[in-house]
């Protein structure tokens, strides 16, 4: 499975960015696609993620600025990042897992699961 995510860059605070994950996951059945973002110092956290049933979760630190959509016909899952913060600033991955179902994957610590495919991240600073 590929993952490829891009994307990020710099803008002001209550700026917009859009980032882009395209996965070879969309061609399998039960995947679980995930946005994940790691700041200097601090652990990796979970920001969102899609199950193949069009379920999808937020972090609660994104919900109402951040929305996830999906287009199918070229595998790829887009985060539109909408009234940026400082505090969002971190490097940004898209992963995908084909194992961990829609419980898991729709759960409150879904971000905590061992994701088996990995985009190489994608920088987003908002000053």
């Known amino acids: 499975v590929r993952v490829m995510d891009s994307g990020g860059g710099s803008v002001q605070a209550g700026g917009s960015l859009r980032l882009t994950c395209t996965t070879s996951?969309?061609?399998?059945?039960?995947?679980?696609i995930g946005w994940f973002r790691q700041a200097p110092g601090k652990e990796r956290e979970g920001v969102a993620a899609?199950?193949?049933?069009?379920?999808?979760s937020y972090a609660d630190s994104v919900k109402g600025r951040f929305t996830l959509s999906q287009d199918y016909a070229t595998h790829t899952l887009y985060l539109q990042m909408d009234s940026l913060k400082p505090q969002d600033t971190a490097m940004y991955y898209c992963?995908?897992?084909?194992?961990?179902?829609?419980?898991?994957?729709?759960?409150?610590?879904?971000?905590?699961?061992?994701?088996?495919?990995w985009g190489q991240g994608t920088q987003v600073t908002v000053s």
């Open positions: 899609v199950y193949s049933d069009g379920s999808t």
């Open positions: 992963a995908a897992d084909l194992s961990l179902g829609t419980r898991t994957c729709m759960g409150l610590d879904w971000w905590q699961y061992d994701f088996n495919y």
């Open positions: 996951a969309y061609t399998l059945s039960g995947y679980c």
